[in-house]
């Protein structure tokens, strides 16, 4: 039976494992998985259920940078019986797990996947992350991440940098496919005005030091002309505008749309990133069509292929300085623009990314089907 056949003869139950946006986190894998659920539910021919893994509380405060490790094990046994329950209820014909990849993840995930091993269900293991960054080394991590590839019965990975480190596994014979995010076409602009001269740039991200935040302070010093706009909350690290210059505006956390508005009133993305995986923010950006200044860290360099932005390395204060004094031209700004639209919509819509992972859904159900 081929996949056209399974997919007009029979509706699929699908379980995606997976955190969903709250208050309490703000980050791609949970709009990541609001906006794939979303897709799936416009096809005729799926069922979709969601086992929320946020980590939580029993209060729904955020917890996964706490050391709490009660309220983690907690979280975690709450998830694991609403998976168990879903695939005794629901019966699904595929798991789609989504994984960040730390070394406490990696085990987790493991318990989830011998769960769902003993039913003989097909699992998509789908790692939300650049994979070698997350595991870092650690033994810990590679030993479960080894074990739970092998349990899974596909692999996704946002890029190619994290497709190598699973190929380069020893005994890794589970496919892996390269997936990248997505969002709605309605979402991506026809075009975008470009002024003679930058004025207005913008982040959007965590306000964290990995994502590069230092530096953007570094830059904003050298350009007090310029005005930074940074699309997030307060964090920890930083938990007040004391640390930052005049001509740096911090929003605090923003819908969507909002962050559109900022995305559409901005000149620059600026994104100084030191680890990443497929940043649905620098999406956003490339789909308002604008001009990009990022580092040669996960994705990034698949994405912007030279040619939607300018790339530097990681941590590189002097990097970022010529990179925004020449991104000034307008000319290049322009094919920037245009050629990020472009990208966008033949590659990163709705209409293509949910539809590809469908496919390997498919393909996974017919091969149980038919061994």
């Known amino acids: 039976m081929s996949n056209t056949d399974y997919n007009s003869n029979k509706k699929i139950r699908v379980l995606l494992v997976s955190p969903l946006p709250c208050s309490a986190s703000f980050g791609g894998i949970g709009i990541w998985t609001a906006r794939f659920a979303e897709a799936l539910k416009q096809k005729q021919n799926v069922e979709i259920r969601i086992v929320n893994s946020i980590p939580v509380d029993n209060n729904g405060k955020d917890i996964a940078r706490s050391k709490n490790i009660f309220k983690k094990f907690n979280c975690n046994i709450r998830i694991l019986k609403n998976v168990k329950r879903e695939l005794d209820d629901f019966k699904p014909d595929v798991v789609h797990l989504n994984t960040s990849c730390t070394p406490l993840a990696c085990a987790r995930d ?3 996947l011998k769960a769902i091993f003993k039913k003989h269900i097909p699992t998509v293991l789908h790692c939300r992350c650049n994979i070698e960054d997350q ?8 030993f479960f991440f080894k074990k739970n ?10 890029n190619e940098e994290s497709n190598h480190f699973v190929s380069a596994l020893k005994n890794a014979k589970t496919q892996c496919f390269i997936v990248p995010n997505f969002l709605q076409k309605n979402c991506v ?12 740039v913008s982040f959007v991200g965590h306000l964290l030091k990995q994502k590069g935040i230092e530096e953007i302070i570094t830059l904003a010093k050298e350009f007090p002309n310029l005005h930074f706009t940074l699309a997030c909350g307060y964090t920890e690290q930083y938990p007040n505008r004391n640390h930052f210059p005049q001509n740096v505006e911090i929003t605090g956390n923003l819908s969507v749309n909002d962050v559109f508005q900022i995305l559409d009133k901005s000149d620059v993305f600026l ?85 590809n992972i469908l496919n390997i859904y498919f393909d996974l159900i017919t091969c149980v089907t038919n061994p």
């Open 110 to 112: 493991h318990v989830f």
């Open 135 to 142: 595991i870092n080394n650690n033994k810990f991590g590679l």
């Open 149 to 158: 590839i092998r349990l899974a019965s596909r692999v996704l990975v946002l």
């Open 189 to 200: 602009v026809k075009n975008k005005t470009i002024k003679q001269h930058i004025e207005n």
């Open 271 to 355: 994104f100084p990133t030191h680890s990443e995986g497929f940043s649905n923010a620098l999406l956003e950006a490339m789909a308002r069509g604008l001009p990009v200044i990022t580092t040669n860290v996960g994705a990034n360099t698949d994405m912007l292929e030279n040619k939607g932005g300018i790339i530097v390395d990681a941590k590189s204060n002097e990097q970022l300085k010529n990179a925004l004094i020449k991104i000034d031209d307008e000319l290049i700004r322009k094919e920037m623009s245009a050629w990020n639209i472009d990208k966008v919509m033949k590659s990163y819509i709705d209409d293509i990314v949910p539809s």
